[in-house]
């Protein structure tokens, strides 16, 4: 398996993206955020791991609470490609 790497998209649609490639975190944006309208590619960028963790810690969970660091380090140590973040219109 690949490493882990961390994708950011501003627009259309905000979203953080945990995937193996660029190719699969555009196709997760695509699947769970806002079709791709041509764009995509050039909207989205690699971050860093640091950038990822600070990011995704600041995000305020259902109840309008931080999330807990554990469950935060937990989601970005995990082998799973996912979107931790989106754009909180779209919820």
């Not at 791709?36 to 109840?63: F, P, Q, W």
């Amino acid at each position: 398996m690949e490493d882990i790497k961390f994708f950011e998209v501003c627009a259309p649609y905000y979203a953080l993206i945990k995937a193996n490639t660029k190719e699969r975190a555009l196709k997760l944006y695509a699947e769970t955020v806002a079709d791709d309208d041509g764009h995509l590619s050039d909207e989205i960028k690699e971050v860093g791991m640091l950038y990822a963790a600070v990011k995704h810690s600041r995000t305020v969970t259902e109840d309008q609470e931080l999330a807990p660091i554990s469950d935060v380090l937990e989601e970005l140590q995990s082998d799973e490609e996912r979107v931790l973040i989106m754009d909180g219109s779209l919820l």
